[in-house]
């Protein structure tokens, strides 16, 4: 286990985190583990506790440090603009909004996919990509996936169909919900198919009341599902006999996370509308989303966003964009995944608690299924808590709560890969173990 030298010599510790988190917090914030660390420094790949501790980072703050923590070459840029020019609004004038805005209509976006409107958070975007449906189609229905997540504001929430993040007791009702093209009881195939076949059935009954159809590339929350090839192909064709928009939700998936620069750049489909966030930033907050000409003037009514774009934001982005280009982390994440994957299916062979392997790149699942449904979460939070105490930090997802989820930053080591692999393996056959005479440890979710 290797420890750092931290930057400050104490701090309050995690018990006296989580006592002020149970005063400030709403009862809504959870966090990972029974023993939670207190996380105080990043360096790339790595995380840093109270204590020295260094934890090998698999997770990336769920896609968002996809170039590392505290990368000296994105946080420079980031500091020389803080202490250049900070903030004004879309009101004024600055260069690094419409730097960033040309730079992803060159070089990253899809299609013809050209105008920007910035924001501050993936909600935001998902949020702004349905009213601009809705302005320039001039109709008020959604389409959406069941088990998608698309955020917490009003509309995202409405076509959110993961129900533990469905909050509102009130959502808006004009959200018709098709099944995914997935089904643990049915080949990916078939399922796929069925997911065809009733959004057919709902077009033929009321194709011309949609404004747009929003969809995960893969999705990520609802246990890192990835469909045929084909099948956003099929959706676009689909669509577009109605005159209605494909919104591709790349939040989790963009900027190199599935080894393309967006996710539905393995479909060869290009939506009509694209939402952006997390990795784009490194962790500096920022959204966006990006459509044609031809749509973007139907959004012609005053609008702007406070922050968005702001000048920190935008060259951090771009500090972003050169640093993925540089280091050509889309292909690294490509080569990287493979390793990924093809570890974890080995460990499937082994364990046959590992019920399926999925995903594209570096964002990877792999499915815990004991037999027992009610046993899966618990044995999901006990890998991950062993994980943990071996220096090692991975997510989950997945409807019931029993997927691993690993989408590490792009630059992690390859050497890396293998050693928690191999940590994996002793994890998991201490788990079958625990499950045995004592059933795994519950933990806490996120």
């Keep these: ?15 006296n985190v989580l006592e002020k988190r149970k005063q ?7 966090h990972f583990y029974q023993d939670p660390p207190q996380i105080v420094q990043g360096s790339m790949h790595q995380l840093i506790d109270h204590t020295g501790k ?7 703050g769920v896609s968002v440090v996809a170039c590392g923590h505290c990368n000296e070459h994105i946080t420079a ?19 690094p909004m419409v730097q960033l805005a040309e730079r992803l209509a060159y070089e990253c976006l899809p299609g013809e996919l050209k105008r920007t409107f910035f924001c501050n958070s993936g909600s935001e975007a998902n949020e702004g990509a349905l009213l601009l449906a809705r302005l320039h189609t001039k109709r008020k229905d959604f ?36 099944p995914r093209p997935y089904d643990e009881e049915m080949d990916t195939e078939d399922a796929a198919h069925r997911s065809i076949e009733a959004l057919r059935q709902v077009l033929a009954e009321k194709g011309n009341t949609f404004a747009a159809m929003i969809v995960e590339p893969i999705q990520g929350n609802g246990g890192m599902i990835v469909p045929p090839d084909w099948y956003f192909r099929e959706i676009k064709t689909l669509l577009a006999e109605y005159g209605i928009l494909l919104i591709a939700d790349e939040i989790q998936t963009g900027f190199g996370r599935t080894g393309r620069m967006f996710a539905m750049d393995h479909y060869e489909v290009a939506p009509d509308i694209i939402t952006m966030a997390k990795a784009l930033g490194n962790g500096v907050p920022i959204g966006a989303f990006a459509t044609t000409d031809a749509i973007a003037a139907s959004f012609n009514r005053p609008s702007a966003s406070t922050f968005g774009g702001n000048p920190v934001s935008a060259a951090t982005a771009m500090a972003v964009l ?22 974890l299916r080995a460990l499937q062979v082994k364990h046959s608690v590992i019920a399926d392997v999925r995903g594209k790149g570096l964002m990877v699942g792999a499915e815990l299924n004991t037999g027992e449904a009610s046993l899966n979460a618990a044995l999901t939070d006990y890998v991950l808590e062993n994980m943990k105490d071996r220096g090692y930090l991975i997510g989950k997802n997945g409807v019931g709560r ?3 989820a690993f989408q590490p930053p792009l630059i992690m080591p390859e050497d890396e890969i293998h050693v928690m692999l191999s940590i994996l393996d002793e994890v998991l056959s201490e788990a079958v173990y625990a499950d045995e005479e004592r059933g795994p440890k519950d933990g806490h979710d996120s």
């Excluded at 020389?80 to 004038?93: C, K, M, V």
Aim: net charge negative; proline share 5%; glycine share 6%.
């Design 322 to 343: 050169d640093y993925i280009e540089q280091e050509q982390l889309v292909a690294r994440s490509a080569e990287l995944g493979s390793q990924l994957k093809d570890g």
């Design 402 to 404: 029993n997927v691993l």
């Design 1 to 15: 286990m290797t420890s750092v030298t931290i930057k400050q010599p104490t701090y309050i510790g995690p018990e």
């Design 24 to 30: 400030y917090f709403f009862p809504c914030t959870h």
């Design 54 to 60: 260094a934890y090998t980072d698999f997770f990336a």
């Design 143 to 178: 389409l959406a996936l069941e088990y998608g997540l698309h955020g917490r504001t009003f509309l995202t929430m409405g076509v959110t169909g993961m129900p533990m993040w469905r909050t509102d007791d009130y959502l808006d009702p004009h959200v018709t919900f098709i």
């Design 77 to 95: 840029k980031t500091i020389e603009q803080l202490t250049t020019l900070q903030h004004t609004t879309t009101i004024y004038l600055t260069e």
